[in-house]
């Protein structure tokens, strides 16, 4: 028998009220405050606590407010920045490569709803992983869509939504988002 947490991280159905799982975010929610809160001057505390909740793989830089589920499903690659605002919905895998950098309010979803009413109402859920490669920026106010891959080298325009995956080398953008331009 899976634990919810186990159906969570694999894909399937899972419900979130999980008394395990509440209190990973619960945990979760005191490192975020502590971030939020934290002197802007003091980079290294700032830093300490990022590497406490996430999997930091190199430098990383994250503006004030930063929001996550569980922190523990984000990796990222080398010289990362997100600028105020960034939302991370980690309820599945989020792994986002070296070089990325996010405008302000990017938001990432890898937690999803069943489309089905009534297995809806049950309180189930599900998250689908979400990988964005090397080298990719992404414009304010993008929304990344649970089960998302986006290439390595692409830009994705500011107020896009991207519920299908993006190849490398491209610009990208819109609601659908999809590509305007190849590099």
Not at 4 to 28: F, I, P, T, V
Not at 53 to 62: A, P, S
Not at 124 to 148: H, Q, S
């Amino acid at each position: 028998m899976k634990t919810e947490k186990q159906k969570m991280l694999s894909g399937e159905l899972y419900y979130s009220a999980d008394l395990e799982l509440a209190k990973e975010r619960q945990a979760a929610k005191k490192l975020l405050f502590e971030f939020n809160n934290a002197n802007p001057e003091d980079l290294e505390r700032r830093v300490q606590i990022l590497r406490q909740l996430l999997k930091v793989k190199g430098k990383v830089h994250i503006e004030s407010p930063f929001y996550c589920d569980y922190g523990y499903n984000i990796t990222l690659g080398d010289n990362f920045y997100a600028n105020h605002g960034c939302i991370i919905l980690d309820v599945n895998k989020v792994i986002i490569g070296d070089n990325v950098m996010f405008a302000p309010y990017v938001q990432i979803y890898s937690a999803t709803h069943p489309t089905d009413p009534q297995v809806r109402v049950s309180g189930l859920e599900l998250g689908k992983p979400i990988t964005i490669g090397d080298n990719v920026w992404i414009g304010g106010g993008a929304i990344i869509c649970p089960g998302v891959t986006i290439g390595d080298n692409t830009t994705i325009g500011a107020g896009s939504v991207v519920v299908k995956d993006i190849p490398a080398n491209v610009v990208a953008a819109g609601n659908p988002c999809k590509i305007i331009k190849k590099l």
